[in-house]
């Protein structure tokens, strides 16, 4: 076997050659210099320590007041939080009082009755008339007429009966001479009965008739005196003809509270329903209207 057969080298020994080979090798170069951005941190210390200088003096002054300001800023931060925090859950809710208070005097047209509900201020209910009957003594007195009664004639009783006379003793002697004639006398011309005529009944007062249409009516004002009330009424009857020209005012007197009203009404109405349609149309006209009852 020579050197030059490759089957005789010996494995271990090449490796072994070649780590010799690398541990020979010249290592004393230095390695190149590596380059890298510098952090953000460091760019900022390095502007303070560009600001403050090189003097620690200085430097330990800016530290100590740096301090001092963050001790300052704990202090107000946790005197806010501890000295301000509401105890409790904090809950929302209205205001204790009242929102709106009522004024003592509202001002503008008062009518009776308008705010109070109904049945509720103690007032008695009235009913409306019932039909007007008819009178015969009414009519009668207005064609001259005399009244006829309403009860029937009373029916005839049983006539009296003649009782005979007893006969007079004259009649019953016979009669001893005849007597002479008597000439009769003239007798005097009696006067026919005149018929009596009936002594003047007084006069009656006819029932308060209702106003063609109904008698269903609306409440529009209730002022202090009459001639307010009146003075109401003409000038509704001048800027609102077509509402209050056909109309009849009735002005009613009444006491509430110690205080007189006079209330302005007017009626007519054949139903509420008609009464309550008319109530709408002067509303739309800002005008006051209620239904009253007469």
């Known amino acids: 076997m020579t050197d030059s057969d ?18 020979s090798a010249d290592y004393d170069d230095e390695p190149p210099a590596r380059t890298r951005s ?10 303070l320590h560009g600001f403050l200088g090189s003097d620690p003096a200085t430097r330990r002054l800016a530290y100590g007041a740096a301090g001092l300001g963050g001790l ?41 009755g308008a705010d109070a509900p109904t049945g509720d201020d103690g007032a008695v209910a009235r009913l409306a008339p019932g039909p007007e009957q008819p009178r015969p003594d009414a009519l009668a007195e207005q064609y001259g007429a005399p009244p006829s009664s309403d009860t029937p004639p009373a029916a005839p009783g049983p006539a009296p009966t003649a009782q005979p006379a007893p006969p007079s003793p004259a009649a019953s002697a016979p009669a001893a001479a005849p007597q002479a004639p008597v000439a009769a006398t003239p007798s005097a011309p009696v ?78 109405f054949a139903s509420i329903a008609q009464a309550t349609s008319f109530c709408e149309h002067v509303r739309l006209n800002g005008l006051a209207c209620t239904l009253a009852g007469f």
């Open 191 to 268: 006067a026919p009965a005149q018929p009596a005529t009936p002594a003047p009944t007084p006069p009656v007062a006819a029932a308060p008739a209702v106003p063609e249409g109904g008698k269903y009516g609306v409440q529009l004002a209730a002022l202090d005196s009459q001639e307010a009330a009146q003075k109401e009424w003409a000038r509704l009857v001048h800027q609102y003809p077509d509402l209050f020209a056909s109309r009849t005012p009735i002005v009613e007197r009444t006491e509430r509270g110690g205080a007189v009203f006079f209330r302005l009404r007017t009626r007519g």
């Open 72 to 112: 300052l800023v704990l202090a107000i931060g946790g005197w806010a939080l501890m000295g301000h925090q509401p105890s409790g859950i904090p809950v929302l809710g209205p205001p204790p009082g009242p929102v709106r208070v009522r004024p003592i005097d509202p001002g503008g047209m008062q009518v009776l």
């Open 38 to 47: 510098p952090s953000p941190g460091y760019r900022a210390t390095g502007i």
């Open 6 to 23: 490759p089957s005789d080298r010996d494995p271990y020994a090449e490796r072994l050659s070649r780590a010799r080979e690398r541990m």
